[in-house]
């Protein structure tokens, strides 16, 4: 399972607490072992700043598909789909996980 935070440092953020900040490191490192502590899948994470990742072919397709669908970020993508758009937590995260491995899951043993 492929699991990609993506966010944009370039805006402003709010003033008062909107929630994570995926850009700091410490808070992927966070995600990322309360993932490995809660699934025993593997499971990969990336982080991508579109800031700083402007000229690469995927950041490019991101940005082009959040203006045309008009999503917020930061975005949460599993598996290559939008899973959450805005503001989420880890544990938010770790549910959007759960539920994504229980359609596999469930597409696996139904022969879809």
């Known amino acids: 399972m492929h699991v990609i935070i993506i966010d944009d440092t370039s805006i402003e953020s709010c003033e008062a607490y909107c929630g994570v900040d995926w850009s700091a490191e410490e808070n992927i490192k966070l ?27 995927q950041a490019r397709q991101w940005q082009s598909k959040i203006k045309t669908e008009h999503l917020n970020l930061p975005l949460l993508v599993i598996n290559g789909r939008v899973r959450i758009s805005g503001q989420f ?3 938010m995260l770790l549910d959007s996980i759960d539920a994504e491995r229980e359609i596999t899951y469930k597409g696996d043993t139904n022969g879809q």
């Open 31 to 57: 995600a990322g072992q309360r993932i490995t502590e809660r699934f025993s899948d593997r499971i990969e994470v990336q982080y991508i700043d579109l800031s700083k990742s402007y000229f690469e072919k």
């Open 89 to 91: 937590d880890v544990r």
